[in-house]
């Protein structure tokens, strides 16, 4: 019974900011790797930001620079701080983790969250 909930999505201004949050929660050994993907409407799913259970962290060039990923090992909490937003930001977001769980690894999702950033 793993799952991902997220929050922190809404409607901003361009260069305005917002905090994503997304914690994992259920029968869990261990967290792996996190990680954030957005989807724009027309547009394929894209990693936007992932960070290793060691810290280790990848952007999208589009985020670098304006998108920091972080995470609580002790909460299972994987954050997304975004600042300087653009309206082509404007997706649904969505949080993976990779957890470990007693008897396999595999893949969770969060539900999604929505980020619009108007000009």
């Known amino acids: 019974q793993v799952q991902l909930v997220e929050s922190g999505g809404g409607l901003v201004q361009a260069g305005e900011s917002l905090r994503l949050s997304c914690a994992a929660s259920g029968r869990i050994f261990s967290v792996n790797d996190m990680g954030w993907y957005r989807q724009a409407p027309g547009k394929q799913r894209e990693l936007v930001a992932s960070i290793t259970s060691g810290g280790g962290t990848n952007y999208a060039d589009s985020v670098k620079g304006r998108f920091t990923i972080s995470r609580d090992n002790p909460k299972n909490t994987v954050y997304l701080q975004m600042n300087s937003l653009k309206p082509g930001d404007t997706a649904v977001y969505y949080c993976?983790?990779?957890?470990?769980?007693?008897?396999?690894?595999?893949?969770?999702w969060g539900q999604g969250t929505q980020v619009t950033v108007s000009s």
């Open positions: 993976n983790a990779k957890i470990l769980t007693i008897l396999t690894t595999r893949d969770y």
